[in-house]
């Protein structure tokens, strides 16, 4: 049942992750595309995050960066960053702020 706690907790977790920077591009995840779900259960946020290359060398630095910025909200006990590339991440993922900023169309 969705109730307005978990409402709030989850439009927290998309800001909290829209400040996690890629520092290679220099943009938030959210704007690339990377985050693939988030669930709320009980105090546990699970987000499912890709990479746009699975062997993408910035892969563990983004997740650990999500957990801990994740550990930190009210409300949350436990924060798990699952690696997951199914579907490939691809370009048409990123928000059109991302695209017109990296020149891609």
């Given at each position: 049942m969705d109730t307005e706690p978990n409402r709030d907790l989850e439009a927290a977790v998309r800001d909290v992750l829209s400040q996690v920077i890629d520092p290679e591009l220099g943009l938030p995840i959210t704007d690339l595309g990377l985050i693939y779900g988030v669930e709320i259960d009980d105090g546990t946020v699970t987000v499912d995050m890709t990479t746009t290359t699975p062997v993408c060398p910035l892969g563990s630095y983004l997740a650990q960066e999500a957990e801990a910025?994740?550990?930190?909200?009210?409300?949350?006990?436990?924060?798990?960053?699952?690696?997951?590339?199914?579907?490939?991440?691809?370009?048409?993922?990123?928000?059109?702020?991302?695209?017109?900023?990296?020149?891609?169309?």
């Open positions: 910025r994740l550990r930190a909200l009210a409300g949350v006990d436990r924060a798990v960053v699952r690696a997951v590339h199914e579907p490939p991440w691809s370009p048409e993922l990123m928000s059109e702020r991302a695209r017109t900023i990296l020149g891609i169309r």
